[in-house]
């Protein structure tokens, strides 16, 4: 499907996970992690997932550890991180 056509990329220094979709110029944004002004260590790092056979979630990088986000295709939000 063309709505399943997405860019995903990270803004690193601010926490922030981003979903463009090409074909209608949508764009959505999830703050993930903290900002490197709160602390570095627990950014947010540019590895970012997708689940096999779920489209709604991904996994992230965040600092040391990673987190599992739900973030359904047609939603603004994400449902769960």
Same mark, same amino acid.
């Given at each position: 499907?063309?709505?399943?056509?997405?860019?995903?990329?990270?803004?690193?220094?601010?926490?922030?996970?981003?979903? %463009? =979709? *090409?074909?209608?110029?949508?764009?959505?944004? &999830?703050? #993930? $992690?903290?900002?490197?002004?709160? @602390? !570095?260590? /627990?950014?947010?790092?540019?590895? %970012? =997932? *997708?689940?096999?056979?779920?489209?709604?979630? &991904?996994? #992230? $990088?965040?600092?040391?550890?990673? @987190? !599992?986000? /739900?973030?359904?295709?047609?939603?603004?939000? *994400?449902?769960?991180?």
């Amino acid at each position: 499907m063309e709505t399943n056509q997405y860019l995903l990329f990270v803004d690193i220094k601010k926490g922030d996970l981003h979903r %463009h =979709y *090409p074909a209608n110029s949508k764009h959505q944004s &999830l703050h #993930v $992690g903290k900002s490197t002004r709160e @602390a !570095l260590q /627990e950014t947010v790092y540019p590895s %970012h =997932y *997708p689940v096999e056979g779920e489209p709604s979630y &991904l996994v #992230v $990088g965040l600092g040391r550890s990673f @987190a !599992l986000v /739900e973030w359904p295709l047609d939603a603004l939000t *994400p449902s769960s991180l």
